[in-house]
């Protein structure tokens, strides 16, 4: 079955320090990417996506992500982290409907 | 550009009673409309995919008659959630593409409604 995995449900970093959120897609072929981040009571806000092409993918925000077929990972990075990134942090998939992991809630600390 | 919005954002009914939620494209017209639910510290689940002037497909384990979906036009759709009751109580998100339900393309989420029945 289509599935998408984020091991972490929480992460805590620091102001300033970097970011990398995981996630594992289980897919017959490749399918389509993309990261979302949701603040409390809100809808999602698209951070990037990824079709083809160059595996590294620039988003919003500072927001970046980097697709490896060979681990079959499309893992999100931000160099510095800001205080207002504390969100709750959705990576999806679409093969032919759109399949979310469980979400990774990201905390910074100050 | 591409803002979805949902209404109400916030809805308190009694058990036994329906609700309808509306979801609308504003800047564009939407091929495919799609509801999700969301449970607490949970993912989102699709619950339907609706295209303009048709039925909508529902996931295995949705009932149809109690999620009642209405794509009337290519920029409104409503979701009436009927006979509540308190396990209905959950976060609905909409989303809209203008591509259709077999395309990859993008979509818009609206800021979902928080349902509370009790």
Known sequence: ???????????????????????????????????????????LQLLLKYFSGDTLV??????????????????????????????????AAYGNKLVFGAGTILRVKS | ?????????????????????????????????????QFPKKSLMLMATSNEGSKATYEQGVEKDKFLINHASLTLS???????????SSFYICSASIFPAGGPGEQYFGPGTRLTVT
């Open chain 1, 1 to 43: 079955a289509q599935s998408v995995t984020q091991p972490d449900i929480h992460i805590t970093v620091s102001e300033g320090a970097s970011l990398e959120l995981r996630c594992n897609y289980s897919y017959g072929a490749t399918p389509y990417l993309f990261w979302y981040v949701q603040s409390p009571g809100q809808g």
């Open chain 1, 58 to 91: 620039q988003g919003i925000k500072g927001f970046e992500a980097e697709f490896k077929r060979s681990q079959s990972s499309f893992n999100l990075r931000k160099p510095s982290v800001h205080w207002s990134d504390a969100a709750e942090y959705f990576c």
């Open chain 2, 1 to 37: 550009g591409a803002v979805v919005s949902q209404h109400p954002s916030r809805v308190i009914c009694k058990s036994g009673t329906s609700v309808k939620i509306e979801c609308r494209s504003l800047d564009f017209q939407a091929t495919t409309m799609f509801w999700y639910r």
């Open chain 2, 78 to 88: 409503t979701l009436t959630v009927t006979s509540a009751h308190p396990e209905d």
